[in-house]
């Protein structure tokens, strides 16, 4: 019966669709015989005249197409809505200037999810990890996480990519930040400015940094494209696409993370 009924609403949708197409172009002929009439008369389009309708709740609702949909919506919403993991308290990127624990949470998962990845691709290791602040798109609140919840922190399709800088262009990122002093995450590279806001110490997995040297560093797609003005990309030895979605990594990191408490720390701050 429900084979029945779906083959029943699949005809429906395509012989509406058939309608209107066959409307469009009955419109489209009546559109052009007016123009090739007026182009006899010597007549010109003068005016175009439009109206708006917008898709609101007072749009009749088509049933057979709504009992069409509905399975496919509760389906999708069941697995949005299912449990992966728990926050310990709320976690929003306004909770610091410098490093915050959503920003912290994000960039090292990042590292944990891909870091094997781009291991067992190159045999190398990621350097160290920069996203965007503004790339945190809600908060993650107190108790249970979702899959939704991933959705809304990372609605974007922003993926992984590990960019291969010269210590040049490191120097240039660690300059943007310190000039920023915005709660870009980062994980990895520890920054630490001074109270008239100049560097006072960078290192690398607590190495200083050696600016002759080149570093492995893991950033989304939109920042490697020049994204926040972070043009220090632009002039990369080797790009590697790790085809890994930052909304999936979060998905992944929570559903193997029963808890999460991240916490702000020292990677950037401020001495006073």
Known sequence: MLCTNVVKSTMLLRQTFHNIYMTYKLFTLLICLSFLTACKQDAHLYKIEAKQINVTDSLEIDEDIESFIKPYRVQINKNLDSVISYAKETYSKSDGEY????????????????????????????????????????????????TRTAYEVM??????????????????LISYLVTEKRAHP???????????????SATINDKPIDYNSTYYVATNDYLYNGGDRMNFFKTNDSLYVLDYKIRNVLIDYFSKTDTIAPKQDNRFIKIK
């Open 155 to 172: 609605p974007f399709e922003n993926a992984v990519v590990v960019a291969k800088l010269k210590g040049e262009q490191v120097k240039e």
């Open 99 to 146: 490093n915050t624990a959503i920003g912290n949470l994000m960039v090292d998962a990042v590292y944990e999810q891909c870091n094997p990845i781009f291991k067992s691709r190159t045999n190398r290791d990621i350097d160290f990890v920069l996203l965007n602040h503004g790339g945190i798109r809600a908060i993650i609140s107190e108790g249970n996480i979702t």
């Open 186 to 200: 980062i994980a990895k590279l520890n920054l630490v400015i001074d109270k008239d806001d100049q560097l006072y």
